[in-house]
Structures are given as C-alpha cells and as structure tokens.
C-alpha cells in the first residue's frame, strides 16, 4: 500500500507540487492525494475517465485518432513496437496468452464475422501471395526445409499459446531489396511481431546468424 504524506495545499502550490494529500477522505470514501489545480480526487477523475472513455463517441472518436496517428507514424510505432517486444518478450507473451484464454470466444466470433463479410478481400489476399511466393521459389529450392520451419512454426504455437507465422527475413516485397521463398529467408514469428514488422527489412533480424548455402551470388536475390 502506499505511504500518502500529509502535505497541505498551501505548501503544495508554493512548491509547486502536481498533487497534496489532506489526510482525509474525499466524498466518495477514496483516502488518496488530490490534484493541486483543483481539489479533485486522484481515485474519483480515474472513475470519470473510465467512464468517459466507455461511451459510444468516445470509442469512435479515440477509433479514428489511433487510426490517423497510425497512417501518420506507421514504420516509427512499428519499430517502437518491436523494441517495447524485445525488452519485454515474456510479459508480453505472458500477457497475450492470458487475454486469449479470458477473451477467445469473443475473439473468434469477430474472426468469423470479419472473415464471414469480407470473403471477397481475403481471396483476392491470397490469391497474391500465391504468385508472390511462385515467382520467388527458385528451382532449386529445398521444399522439405522449407516445409520444416512452418512445422516449428505450429509447435511455437502449440507451446506458447501466442499465434505464430512463418517470416521473410528479406520480405518478398521490400522497398529496396525482395527476398527469396527459400527455408534460409523463413524464420517462425509471434503473429503480432510479424504483422506490425510487415514489409520491411529490421537491422536486428537474426538473418546474419544464419549460414547461406552455397551457390551463385547472382540468384540468391531477386530484382524487386
């Protein structure tokens, strides 16, 4: 429990103190500090707050902030995202599994519903990275490798509870450089990693720990 120090609001103002505590408790029973410009309740704005962000115009109007400042700030919110991951891995994982197991139900009644109404989206999506990812199998690749790193892939999943997918280190399509569908380019990814990561090509991808095999420089890339 915190320890709340009595300091009154005179000396709070005069040393310009963000909070001040009275020793006693507000209107609504909370015992807690209180904010300097106003009196109010630490405790009794947090309610308001919550009750405000709940309301219909508030969802819709926080909706479509997140979305501008996303169109706005994608690829720094990106990297920022996958920075947060990797210093956080196991509380993030830790987190996902225990909102998957307290929310799954809703979550795949939405799926359904999305995948359901936008039937038309998702075949035209798939149909694309079929020929993507033709046009970027060389003949020489191994297919039994490749097939490998999408079954460790599943186990990922399996294990950990998080959604894992298979990902371009060197993404097919990048804006300076495409990869190949080969089993050395593929690496399994929590599903959210992989999507916020997207088409681009990260600095401190583990693609430099890994031996590529011998063969002519010429087709180990491809021309975007």
């Not at 807690?32 to 410009?37: I, K, N």
Request: charged share 30%.
């Amino acid at each position: 429990m915190k320890m709340l120090h009595i300091v009154p609001r005179s000396v709070a103002k005069a040393r310009g103190y963000r909070l001040y505590c009275t020793g006693e408790a507000c209107l609504q029973g909370h015992l807690c500090e209180r904010f300097t410009v106003n009196k109010r309740c630490v405790f009794c704005k947090w309610d308001a707050d919550k009750e405000r962000a709940a309301r219909p115009e508030q969802k819709t109007a926080r909706r479509a902030y997140d979305r501008e400042r996303w169109e706005k700030d994608r690829d720094a919110l990106q990297a920022k995202n996958l920075d947060y991951y990797a210093a956080n891995k196991d509380r993030v994982n830790a987190q996902k599994r225990a909102y998957w197991a307290d929310n799954s139900d809703r979550m795949k009644a939405a799926r359904t519903r999305w995948s359901a109404n936008n039937r038309h989206v998702i075949q035209e999506l798939n149909r694309r990275r079929k020929e993507r990812i033709a046009l970027a199998t060389p003949p020489w690749a191994d297919r039994e490798q490749t097939r490998e790193v999408y079954r460790r892939a599943n186990e990922l999943t399996a294990l950990t509870g998080v959604q894992h997918h298979v990902d371009h280190i060197v993404p097919l399509t990048g804006e300076n450089v495409c990869g190949l569908h080969v089993h050395w380019n593929l690496q399994p990814l929590p599903a959210a990693d992989n999507i916020a990561k997207s088409n681009r090509l990260l600095e401190h991808s583990d693609r430099r720990d890994r031996t590529m095999p011998e063969c002519d420089t010429a087709t180990t890339s491809m021309t975007c």
